[in-house]
């Protein structure tokens, strides 16, 4: 049974990612999307409160599928929490980018200011969710309490670094993404050099690389 849900859920996730790039527009109306599916609407409602909520699970499905792959890995349990948040971000991004035309669409290009799309925000949930374990896990392995960090701070600010990163890859124009690959690295680095207090030197080379790309896109 639970196979056959999951079945359902995939055949409307590529049935809606499929409409609105071939129509170039959201579809109509629930009752419209499922006669063409061929499915009834008690079908979609089983799993789905509107053609929203399945925008909004399409990237929560990327989430899952790119967290799957790196969980299945036999060194992950062995990583670091920053090992970790890496493997994370390249199988993410490989994810996205096997889907980017439709992400292009659904995040409205590159115009859309992605800390107030709705579409992300069960997304949001999921990443924050994902990183507050890495967070725990460096804690617990800090002597201090002073030295430890809060769980909710850091996890909105991965949260606003990956909204970054996300932009910056649908602006990336360079071969195979990259550029988006060194902005993943960097970013990575200051953000865990910041959880460990040794900010300066990554900050200083983050910074220089954001400039470097700012002055040729201008």
């Known amino acids: 049974m639970a196979k056959k849900s999951e079945q359902l859920k995939e055949k409307i996730f590529d049935a ?24 009834s609407e008690a079908e979609f409602y ?32 062995m990583q670091r929490p920053k090992e970790k948040l890496l493997s994370f971000y390249f199988t993410f991004f490989e994810v996205l980018m096997l889907n980017r035309s439709y ?15 709705s579409v992300l925000k069960e997304l949001r ?20 309490r002073i030295s430890k ?32 690959d060194m902005a993943i690295e960097k970013s990575v680095r200051t953000v865990f050099d910041l959880f460990d207090n040794t900010p300066i030197d990554s900050i200083v080379d983050f910074g220089k690389f954001l400039w470097k790309e700012k002055i040729k896109t201008a």
Not at 21 to 34: A, D, G, M, R, W
Not at 54 to 77: M, T
């Open 103 to 117: 992400v292009l669409f659904a995040l409205d290009g590159a115009s859309a200011d992605l800390q107030k799309l």
């Open 16 to 39: 809606y990612s499929s409409a609105v790039l071939e129509q170039e527009k959201e579809p109509k109306s629930v009752y419209l999307f499922c006669k063409e599916l061929g499915i």
């Open 149 to 180: 960090h809060p769980e909710a701070l850091f996890s909105e600010g991965a949260w606003l670094q990956l909204l970054f990163l996300m932009k910056f890859w649908m602006e990336d124009d360079s071969p195979g993404f990259e550029k988006t």
């Open 125 to 144: 949930s999921a990443f924050k969710g994902f990183v507050s374990g890495l967070i725990e896990e460096g804690n617990a392995v800090k002597q201090t």
């Open 46 to 77: 089983q799993y789905f409160g509107s053609l929203n909520h399945v925008k909004g699970q399409i990237f929560c499905q990327f989430f899952d599928n790119a967290l799957g792959l790196i969980i299945k890995g036999k060194e992950f349990a």
